[in-house]
């Protein structure tokens, strides 16, 4: 089993889904779940879905918000349906793919959203990548658990055919970024850089510019060491 990627289901609305999601994470030899704000779980539903997978939904982790899903991996996926007008940089799944095969030592989530409205900009700004998976334009909406297992089928696909990972670096948690977008986010409001004019855009696209940079937790120090300077001297 892959230990290191983890299927992130947010909002889910039907425990159907989430008991499907299982069944067609561990076939495909997947094992880590995490539900955030699920509307209905633990449900007798998931487990009838799950079919001999029961033991991944009673080994998920439940989350309130996003942010605490994601905040051991060094890289997070959104998966979206819909084409979005943002600068979010996007994935084809074979792309997806070569970029998995080189985090393949790193933890990874792949972050799926509720089946009606999908993950929100929101939430996808806090994601480093987006991927869509092509469908007929005569009908485009694929079921959550489907999805799932999409993915999860190409990955498995993708890990017989691997090839040499190159070598990263001790990189940045997705908690420990989030820390160093915040301290710049801060600096550029007390230095009035950001205004409520321009704070939707503007915080997008930092969390854009951040999310796509691979810092490792020393460089992230680093930076968080410099901007706390630049605060206390901005006070002064």
């Known amino acids: 089993m892959s230990s290191n990627i983890n299927i992130v289901l947010v909002k889910t609305s039907h425990p159907g889904n989430i008991g499907s999601t299982a069944r067609a994470m561990k076939t495909m030899g997947l094992k880590n779940l995490t539900l ?3 509307k209905n779980f633990p449900s007798d539903i998931a487990k009838a879905q799950a079919v001999g997978c029961v033991d991944i939904l009673n080994n998920a982790n ?3 918000v996003l942010k605490e899903a994601l905040g051991s991996s060094k890289l997070a996926i959104g998966f979206s349906a819909r084409s979005r007008k943002s600068n979010i940089p996007s994935l084809s799944m074979n792309e997806l793919m070569d970029l998995l095969n080189v985090y393949d030592k790193e933890n990874v989530s792949i972050v799926f959203g509720n089946e009606q409205s999908g993950l929100s900009n929101e939430e996808l700004q806090l994601c480093n990548y987006l991927v869509s998976i092509p469908t007929d334009s005569a009908y485009t909406s694929l079921n959550l658990a489907s999805s799932v297992q999409i993915f999860s089928y190409e990955y498995f696909k993708s890990c017989d055919a691997k090839p040499i990972s190159k070598k990263l670096q ?10 160093l977008i915040e301290k ?8 009035d850089i950001i205004t409520e004019k321009n704070k939707k855009s503007l915080v997008q696209n930092i969390h854009i510019i951040f ?7 020393n460089e992230v120090n680093l930076y968080l060491g410099i901007l706390t300077k630049i605060g206390k001297a901005l006070k002064k």
Do not use: G, R
């Open 36 to 38: 955030v704000q699920p």
């Open 62 to 64: 439940i989350t309130t």
């Open 170 to 179: 001790d990189l940045a948690s997705h908690s420990s970024k989030l820390v």
């Open 184 to 191: 710049f986010l801060s600096i550029m409001s007390d230095l």
């Open 211 to 217: 999310n796509k940079t691979n810092f490792t937790e």
